[in-house]
């Protein structure tokens, strides 16, 4: 288990980065509309790009070895992409009506290409953390829309073969794209990765900025629930990790904070993209830029108690 006072350095130089683009590009976009709203234009190409560079540093041959495991990655993908959606639907739209779809959406996601990073600080099993990215991801252009249709057609119109064809556009593309690349830059990967950060974290923040920047006039409106939605959002990540450790109890430590982490940092930038696409709620696209906040500080908290439980017996 790394130190856990390296692993808090480490990890506090991404939740700055992650909060600071997060903050920066929502005031950019309720302050200067004008300008942001002309880069809505491009934000599937900016999703594009962020998918191919993440895919660029996934390693396949690591994945098949872990494809033995295919028992467990189905249940693990219908835990995250239809079970959770659902319990959170059932209960968010009795509890917090107006956040149900910004929950469901979120709930919906694929886990994100940096739960690997997650993995390997919360020493996880990071075969099982590429399986289940690539996996899920690969999955999610068909789960995504058919869910969100299900559950959220009361509440707003999708179109659910441009979502399919716009989803395979931005994540089956992109990865495949860059499989075919990948042999031929091997060895240049590893010495540009900390160059593909810095360039996702700078269209993540155009992304947002754009997609704030269409609805800044009634933005500002829903700005006076800003804390409420926090904590809001603060309360959801806690119980969805909770409930995925309650889920899969009876695994092993490692593959059990695995599939908590899948669960819990899941693919954010990809719910704010759609939500900017498809769900014309300004209360539904400010609480998905707002999940930054827990999705990029809860890791420690989450890693500290997951411990504890370890230790005192109550997890395996």
Same mark, same amino acid.
């Given at each position: 288990?790394?130190? #856990?006072?390296? @692993?808090?350095?480490?990890f506090l $130089?991404?939740?700055?980065?992650?909060?600071?683009i997060?903050v920066?590009?929502?005031a *950019?976009g309720?302050?200067?509309?004008e300008?942001f709203?002309r880069?809505?234009?491009?934000?599937?190409?900016?999703?594009?790009?962020i998918?191919f &560079?993440?895919? %660029?540093?996934l390693e396949i041959?690591?994945? &098949?070895?872990?494809g =033995?495991?295919w028992?467990?990655l189905?249940l693990?993908?219908?835990i995250?992409?239809i @079970?959770?959606p659902?319990?959170?639907?059932? !209960?968010?739209s009795?509890?917090?009506p107006?956040? +149900?779809i910004?929950?469901?959406l979120l709930?919906a996601m694929?886990?994100?290409?940096?739960?690997? /990073?997650?993995?390997d600080?919360?020493?996880g099993d =990071?075969p %099982? +953390?590429?399986?289940?990215?690539?996996?899920?991801? &690969?999955l999610?252009?068909f789960?995504?829309p058919l869910?969100l249709?299900?559950?959220?057609?009361?509440?707003?119109d /999708?179109?659910?073969?441009d979502?399919?064809?716009r989803?395979? #556009?931005v994540?089956v /593309?992109?990865?495949v794209?860059a499989?075919? !690349? =990948?042999?031929l830059?091997?060895f240049n990967?590893?010495?540009a990765?900390?160059?593909?950060?810095t360039?996702?974290?700078?269209? %993540?923040?155009l992304l947002?900025?754009?997609?704030?920047a269409?609805?800044?006039?009634?933005?500002?409106?829903?700005?006076?629930?800003?804390f409420t939605?926090?904590v809001v959002?603060?309360?959801?990540?806690v119980a969805i990790? !909770?409930f995925?450790h309650?889920?899969?109890?009876?695994?092993?430590y490692?593959e059990?904070?695995?599939i908590?982490?899948?669960?819990?940092? #899941?693919?954010?930038?990809?719910a704010?993209?759609?939500?900017g696409?498809?769900?014309?709620?300004p209360?539904v696209l400010?609480a998905l830029?707002?999940s930054i906040?827990?999705?990029a500080?809860l *890791?420690?908290p989450? $890693?500290?108690?997951?411990?504890?439980?370890k230790?005192?017996?109550m997890?395996?």
């Open positions: 288990i790394p130190n #856990m006072s390296g @692993v808090s350095h480490y $130089k991404l939740i700055e980065s992650y909060l600071f997060a920066c590009a929502i *950019l309720l302050w200067f509309p300008i709203s880069f809505g234009a491009y934000t599937t190409l900016m999703l594009q790009i998918f &560079l993440s895919s %660029l540093k041959s690591d994945v &098949l070895c872990a =033995r495991k028992k467990a189905l693990v993908n219908v995250i992409l @079970v959770l659902v319990v959170v639907y059932s !209960v968010a009795l509890i917090v107006p956040l +149900a910004a929950l469901i709930a694929p886990a994100g290409m940096s739960l690997p /990073l997650m993995v600080v919360i020493a =990071r %099982l +953390a590429l399986l289940v990215t690539i996996s899920s991801s &690969l999610a252009p789960t995504v869910v249709s299900l559950l959220a057609s009361t509440n707003v /999708l179109p659910l073969i979502m399919m064809q989803l395979l #556009m994540i /593309l992109p990865f794209l499989q075919m !690349v =990948r042999p830059i091997r990967i590893q010495k990765a900390p160059s593909f950060k360039v996702s974290l700078v269209l %993540l923040g947002i900025a754009a997609s704030i269409v609805h800044a006039g009634a933005i500002n409106g829903a700005l006076s629930d800003l939605t926090i959002l603060f309360i959801f990540f990790h !909770v995925s309650l889920i899969f109890h009876s695994k092993p490692k059990q904070a695995t908590a982490a899948s669960v819990t940092f #899941m693919n954010f930038t990809l704010i993209y759609l939500a696409l498809y769900i014309p709620d209360r400010l830029v707002l906040i827990p999705w500080t *890791l420690i989450f $890693k500290y108690a997951t411990d504890k439980m230790n005192r017996g997890i395996s």
